[in-house]
């Protein structure tokens, strides 16, 4: 009986991309990302590009109606993990920092190589003239091109604070402004914006202690979380509003198949996870998972590999596809691919997300021995 919201999609991207990236680059600390780089480049971009091919090919192969372009949308669309909701699980469970920052890192930086990929998958649906290598150079204008829209956005608002410091109310409200700013303007260049508001966020973020007010600082931090907190709650609510308006648009016949699909599709997503962070780590490039002096243990490895679950971005994302075409014909299996994602996020959420907190406690972090000086980042809690 509740009432049937349907969604723009420039609207859901507008209203809940820029926001949520930018109170996850807020949170993040630039000296964690850093010491964490490299592991978190073999997750965010490695893996990701890795997962949209994989389930690319396996839609294409398995899931009638699935041309190339269409299958590698569905792949950009699920390959980002939600660190909110691997964080928030394993929140007061004794897990080392160190696996709490790369799970954070990685979920900054996997959503922009995601969200990337995803609109060139767009333009390959849409456009029949798509070329390879004019996508792969374009690819990399509009991401030099979103980075340095981000760096510039970043210094004049700090240009701009500098001048208002000392008032907490203002600062949080620009705050809450620039990431909606820079998006547009990013977009409206046709540069990336999702990385133009990481970029901007990553840098704001690390100069907040000198740049805001001790009360304005305070008052940011307080906000951004609760924003965070409603957005994703909301996302969740919202979207989840549009599951009647599918269901009574797609063919009873159809739903078990699209429901089966979703299944596998998810059983692989967490084997490609599990089995890229064990080659890595048994392959000549293990060096790229080696932070704070250490390499990861298998139990480690399992317990960042199992964190995969799904969540906010793949449904915002796949809400957001266009309704037509440059031809004014509807978008190709629109619905199934959001039918899928919802799949997807579900049981990737109830599988791994009920089951996280048990491997956790199963592998008993907190009693990791404390004897030398390097395992003191990984214990505090």
């Known amino acids: ?205 690390s100069l907040a202690p000198e740049l805001f007010s001790t009360p304005g600082r305070a008052l940011n931090d307080s906000f951004w979380e609760m924003v965070g907190f409603f957005l994703n709650g909301f996302v969740f609510i919202l979207i989840g509003l549009q599951l009647p308006i599918l269901l009574t648009k797609i063919p009873h016949e159809l739903l078990f198949s699209l429901t089966v699909y979703g299944i596998l599709i998810s059983l692989a997503l967490m084997i490609i996870r599990i089995g890229w962070l064990f080659f890595l780590a048994y392959s000549p490039f293990k060096s790229g998972l080696v932070t704070e002096g250490k390499s990861p243990s298998n139990r480690e490895l399992f317990i960042v590999g199992w964190a995969g679950m799904r969540g906010v971005v793949s449904l915002a994302t796949a809400v957001s596809m266009p309704l037509t075409l440059l031809n004014d014909q509807a978008f190709p299996m629109r619905k199934s691919i959001i039918f899928i994602t919802f799949v997807v996020v579900l049981f990737t959420l109830i599988v791994q997300g009920l089951t996280l907190p048990l491997l956790v406690k199963r592998f008993n972090f907190s009693s990791v021995p404390r004897a030398k000086p390097w395992h003191q980042p990984m214990l505090q809690h």
């Open 1 to 205: 009986h509740l009432p049937w919201i349907k969604l723009s999609p420039e609207v859901a991207f507008l209203i809940f991309l820029p926001p949520l990236l930018y109170e996850a680059s807020w949170k993040i600390s630039w000296k964690d990302l850093k010491s964490n780089r490299k592991p978190i480049s073999w997750l965010a971009v490695g893996l990701v590009f890795l997962t949209t091919t994989v389930i690319a090919a396996i839609a294409h192969s398995f899931i009638p109606g699935f041309d190339w372009p269409l299958a590698f949308v569905l792949g950009a669309i699920i390959s980002p993990p939600d660190a909110v909701a691997a964080t928030s699980t394993l929140k007061g469970l004794g897990l080392p920092k160190r696996l709490s920052h790369i799970l954070e890192g990685e979920s900054l930086i996997n959503d922009a190589s995601a969200l990337i990929a995803y609109k060139y998958a767009i333009s390959a649906v849409s456009s029949s003239s798509f070329v390879l290598w004019k996508a792969g150079l374009d690819f990399i204008l509009v991401s030099v091109g979103g980075l340095l829209i981000g760096l510039a956005a970043g210094f004049g608002f700090v240009l701009l604070m500098k001048r208002i410091r000392g008032n907490a109310s203002v600062e949080t409200t620009l705050n809450l402004m620039i990431p909606f700013i820079v998006y547009l303007v990013a977009e409206h260049l046709h540069v990336s914006g999702v990385l133009a508001v990481v970029t901007t966020g990553l840098y704001v973020s």
